[in-house]
């Protein structure tokens, strides 16, 4: 029903309305189309998030709703994505209320991406969690520790490559 | 000696069933005056009457907990005296799911209680693990592994009344202990008990970690450069609105 809706520029250019105007004030960016409930998604390179958030947050969306990271799976991209939305009465983008930002990184780089700290004071311990479960790195984070996990854990549990240590105390009770 | 039966009337039972010289005189002072036992069950007796739990409450299992001391449940009446030091607490219920990371503080606590001590594992998580034992990367399964358990009470979350149940299971096991035989039920070396293979494995943790700094940003230079395209926008968007 929506293709029906979309103008013949739309459909040639499929890029959302927020992935064109990143592209306007050149920052790159890959649209990956919209979710089930007509949220666009964004991909952009770890160099060019922090620019990218903070121009989100310009045009806009002022509000960091969620911080979190996933595992596509074993060999695959470790994902960090950013939930922006807008809250109050910004009237120039009544239309458009949410946007998520992804980064897609490769296991074996570095995973280093710049905190959005100093963007988003809400992200300093969601940032610490996706640390902690993923072992994204969080440059400038004031406080780049572990969160849940004790602080001389080996390992990250949420990875789908990660293997249980069979400690004693884990161990099944019989 | 039948207890439910008055001081009163044991008395004129005795003298019902005597022969015609009355009651012995003697006997009945001694009887009605002296209470003779052992020293044991005394020691017991001022023991279970007076277990002092700790608080501690990790999980859901404690709101269970928490209900006994209001006035509903009242567990004051079982002599239970809630303590907030484990140097004032005889006995540590465990209320909830223990994890890898809590479980260095649990055996402190445990370790820091007077003897002598008891245990009581609450609920299904601090038995087997619970619903956190089929893939939890942090659950303890179980805490006997910890800590050496008297009391299994199980449940998800127990009720209070079974809370009940288990304490005064504990009176029970109390009551028939025995000075000189505590040695026997000393706590024992756990870890020893069931066969592995553990290795010796040193902490990666140095230290150096919690001095993590950051190295790969964005440099400040290019900080400003951000900041005066945002004021452009800005300026652009005011203009824009005031166009409007």
């Known amino acids: 029903m929506d293709k029906d809706n979309k103008t013949d520029k739309e459909l040639v250019d499929k890029r959302g309305i927020i992935s064109k105007a990143l592209s306007d004030y050149n920052i790159e960016n890959e649209s990956l189309g919209e979710d089930h409930i007509g949220i666009e998604n964004i991909s952009v390179e770890p160099q060019n998030l922090y620019e990218a958030i903070s121009k989100l947050k310009d045009l806009g969306f002022n509000y960091l709703q969620c911080q979190g990271g996933y595992d596509e799976g074993p060999g695959k991209s470790l994902v960090s994505f950013y939930h922006l939305i807008t809250v109050g009465d910004v009237q120039e983008i009544a239309k458009i209320k949410e946007v998520r930002v992804k980064v897609f990184l490769k296991r074996d780089s570095d995973l280093s991406l710049p905190s959005l700290y100093s963007l988003f004071r809400g992200s300093d311990w969601q940032e610490r969690e996706t640390y902690d479960m993923f072992g994204i790195n969080f440059k400038d984070h004031p406080c780049p520790k572990r969160l849940l996990m004790p602080e001389d854990w080996r390992g990250w549990p949420l990875r789908k490559d990660y293997i249980q240590p069979d400690f004693y105390e884990m161990q099944d009770a019989y | 000696m039948n207890n439910s039966l008055s001081p009163k009337a044991i008395r004129e039972i005795r003298e019902g069933t005597c022969n015609p010289l009355g009651a012995p005189q003697v006997t009945t002072d001694l009887s009605e005056n002296i209470i003779l036992t052992s020293l044991d069950d005394l020691h017991n007796w001022a023991r279970l009457s007076s277990l002092w739990p700790l608080l501690y409450g990790t999980a859901c299992c404690f709101i269970e907990f928490a209900a006994l001391i209001g006035s509903r449940f009242d567990f004051d009446r079982f002599g239970l005296v809630p303590r907030s030091s484990p ?26 209680m007077p003897e002598p001590k008891y245990v009581i594992a609450m609920g299904a998580c601090t038995i087997t693990g619970g619903m956190f034992s089929s893939d939890s990367t942090t659950a303890v399964r179980g805490v006997d592994k910890l800590i050496p358990v008297d009391l299994y009470l199980p449940g998800c979350p127990p009720r209070p009344e079974a809370i009940f149940d288990a304490v005064i299971k504990l009176r029970k096991k109390v009551s028939n202990e025995s000075v000189l035989e505590r040695t026997k039920s000393e706590q024992t070396h756990r870890y020893f008990t069931i066969e592995h293979n553990m290795n010796l494995v040193f902490s990666e943790n140095n230290g150096e970690y919690l001095n993590k700094k950051a190295s790969n940003t964005l440099d400040v230079s290019r900080n400003q450069e951000i900041k005066e395209d945002l004021e452009q926008i800005d300026k652009s968007i005011l203009i824009e609105s005031e166009e409007n």
């Open chain 2, 87 to 112: 140097r004032q607490a005889d006995l540590l219920i465990v209320a909830g799911t223990v994890t890898m990371k809590m479980a260095p503080a649990l055996v402190r606590l445990y370790e820091q």
